[in-house]
């Protein structure tokens, strides 16, 4: 059976830093396309960071790039999301998701993966 599954969300002071794991089950991440994405109430989700499973090269939303690090262990089967100077802004509902599915490069749209993860929330407030 396919299963994400995040932890590491939590509630953090604007400035600090908190890394985010996500565990995959029924699947290797070594040839998968993964990503991180998050929801922030009465917002649609957006697209975070993801790594392409052809090349292994990241891609990261305007919104986040030079502060988060996406990254995966394939010995853990497991995928992070290091996320440091955080901003209130960057409150939101996290999710990790995957795809078999081949791209030339991964992309931040939602209908492109077919794997989700149940979420974990980071709340950035002081």
């Known amino acids: 059976q396919v299963q994400l599954v995040e932890s590491g969300g939590g509630l953090v002071q604007p400035g600090e830093s908190l890394r985010l794991s996500c565990a995959a089950f029924?699947?290797?991440?070594?040839?998968?396309?993964i990503g991180w994405f998050r929801q922030a109430p009465g917002k649609e989700r957006e697209g975070v960071s993801c790594?392409?499973?052809?090349?292994?090269?990241?891609y990261y939303g305007e919104s986040v790039k030079g502060r988060f690090t996406i990254s995966k262990d394939n010995a853990k089967n497991t995928m992070y999301l290091q996320m440091n100077s955080l901003k209130p802004e960057d409150t939101a509902v996290y999710y990790c998701?995957?795809?078999?599915?081949?791209?030339?490069?991964?992309?931040?749209?939602?209908?492109?993966?077919?794997?989700w993860g149940q979420g974990t929330q980071v709340t950035v407030s002081s």
């Open positions: 790594i392409s499973s052809n090349d292994g090269s990241t």
């Open positions: 998701t995957a795809t078999p599915r081949v791209f030339r490069q991964c992309r931040l749209f939602r209908y492109e993966y077919d794997y």
């Open positions: 029924g699947f290797t991440l070594d040839n998968v396309a």
